[in-house]
């Protein structure tokens, strides 16, 4: 069966830092593409950044420089690292993944998705 479990969300205040855990269980891992995605209240799901099973990264304008991604192939675990976390990033974060070792923004090209943390940043 494949999962995807993602954890560490939680409330913490502006300016503060979160990471992020994705789990992955039931497939190759290494084969895979990673994506995180968050959807804010009322808006669209939309991506924050993904790793390849090679390790490059894409991040989205609205967190480069603030957000870093890892994996981990031996626990199969990618990990998104927060820092100088802002209002605006409050949203549940999902993580999902794709088959092939392309950097995908489109949630459509994700094979299988996990079931989100929530992440709130007070001001």
């Known amino acids: 069966e494949v999962q995807l479990q993602a954890s560490g969300g939680g409330l913490v205040q502006a300016g503060g830092s979160l990471r992020l855990s994705c789990a992955a269980s039931g497939f190759t891992f290494d084969d895979y593409s990673i994506g995180w995605f968050r959807q804010a209240p009322g808006k669209e799901r939309e991506g924050v950044s993904c790793?390849?099973?090679?390790?490059?990264?894409y991040y989205a304008d609205s967190v480069g420089g603030r957000f870093t991604m890892s994996r981990d192939s031996a626990k199969a675990t990618v990990y998104l690292q927060m820092h100088s976390l802002k209002p605006e990033d409050t949203a549940v974060y999902y993580c999902?993944?794709?088959?092939?070792?392309?950097?995908?923004?489109?949630?459509?090209?994700?094979?299988?998705w996990g079931q989100g943390t929530l992440v709130t940043v007070s001001s």
């Open positions: 999902a993944a794709d088959w092939g070792a392309q950097l995908s923004q489109s949630e459509r090209a994700y094979d299988y």
């Open positions: 790793i390849s099973g090679i390790g490059d990264t």
